[in-house]
């Protein structure tokens, strides 16, 4: 039976040209997945899993997982939120899950004013027209600071709206705050730290399409740990053992074996869970070691 149409497919929605798109697709490959683009170029059709991918614009992420239509998708922490909150004043009785979150689309939902207005905490926004295109994650955050401000919705160059004199300030994405500083913005709070997320359907998966998510998920979490991680080898004194070992920057028990034809020698293998830079092996030398190497890691699984 060919299970391309048996609807036994994990389908996983992804933005199709943003941001967010060439990460996402990068870590399904890292993943496993090799997969060929639909005429359409919508669908990519996994060819050695049963997983295709739908290429959807990033707002829509969150409702088509929440409907069903997708069983994963992978978006923005910032579009979670604001659809989560609209779900939940719509009544929704099951949300979407939030299953892990990615190492890309790092950013920044804050505030931003004209530079030289004065600015000293929330109740400083006080009566204030706020430009956004996130307005119920500002109302929100408005609410909790117990502040009554106009939220002004713009679906995008949020950032001219004080100069067209449409808002006092905006609340918008940052990540290296150019764009801030271009129209003469300064950022003074930030509402929600941001970075790409996976999420899955409020539904009940069938039993087959559960263990390949849950595989799915096994490996994506490998894919994450194994990007810093790096395989180290090298000699070491017997005496200097305990010095050694704890210079190596987050590894867990290492392996130590002996050296053939010396007893105050030893050979000690390890991973690091983060990054060995060459200052690291520069202490490692000092008190000791010698014959390192430090090796990539390629996949991990736990
Ligand atoms: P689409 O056509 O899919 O709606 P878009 O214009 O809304 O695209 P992008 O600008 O590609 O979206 O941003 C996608 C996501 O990337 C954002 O929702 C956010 O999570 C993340 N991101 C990271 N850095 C930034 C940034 N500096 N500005 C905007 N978004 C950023
Ligand atoms: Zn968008």
């Not at 730290?193 to 039993?207: D, G, H, Q």
């Not at 070992?245 to 983060?274: F, N, Q």
Request: charged content about 25%.
């Amino acid at each position: 039976m060919n299970s391309k149409e048996t609807g036994d497919r994990i389908k996983i929605a992804v933005q199709k040209s943003g941001r967010l798109t060439e990460h996402s697709m990068d870590l399904l490959v890292r993943c496993g997945l090799s997969y060929s683009r639909g005429k359409d170029r919508l669908i990519c059709y996994g060819e050695n899993m049963p997983i295709d991918v739908l290429l959807v614009r990033d707002d829509d992420i969150p409702d088509l997982v929440q409907e069903d239509v997708c069983d994963l998708g992978i978006v923005g922490l910032n579009i979670i939120e604001e659809s989560a909150l609209a779900l939940r004043a719509d009544g929704a009785s099951r949300l979407f899950d939030q299953v892990a979150t990615l190492d890309f689309g790092q950013c920044r939902l804050s505030f931003a004013v004209p530079r030289g207005t004065p600015y000293r905490d929330a109740g400083s926004l006080a009566g204030k027209r706020i430009a956004t295109s996130y307005p119920r994650t500002v109302s929100d955050y408005l609410e909790r600071n117990g502040v009554d401000a106009n939220v002004v919705v713009f679906s995008g160059a949020v950032e001219i709206a004080p100069s067209l004199g449409r808002a006092d300030l905006i609340c918008d994405l940052v990540s290296s705050g150019e764009t801030l500083k271009a129209h003469d913005l300064q950022e003074v709070a930030t509402v929600l730290e941001s970075r790409a997320a996976l999420i899955r359907t409020p539904v009940e998966l069938a039993p087959a399409k559960a263990r390949w998510v849950e595989r799915l998920l096994q490996r994506i979490e490998g894919v994450l740990q194994v990007k810093e991680s790096k395989y180290i080898m090298l000699h070491a004194p017997r005496a200097a053992l305990k010095e050694i070992t704890a210079l190596l920057p987050g590894s867990e028990a290492p392996t130590i074996m002996t050296l053939e034809g010396t007893d105050d020698k030893v050979a000690v293998h390890a991973v690091c869970r983060e990054n060995v830079f060459w200052e690291t092996l520069e202490q490692l030398k000092e008190v000791g070691a010698s014959s390192m190497l430090v090796l990539p890691v390629e996949k991990m699984l736990a």
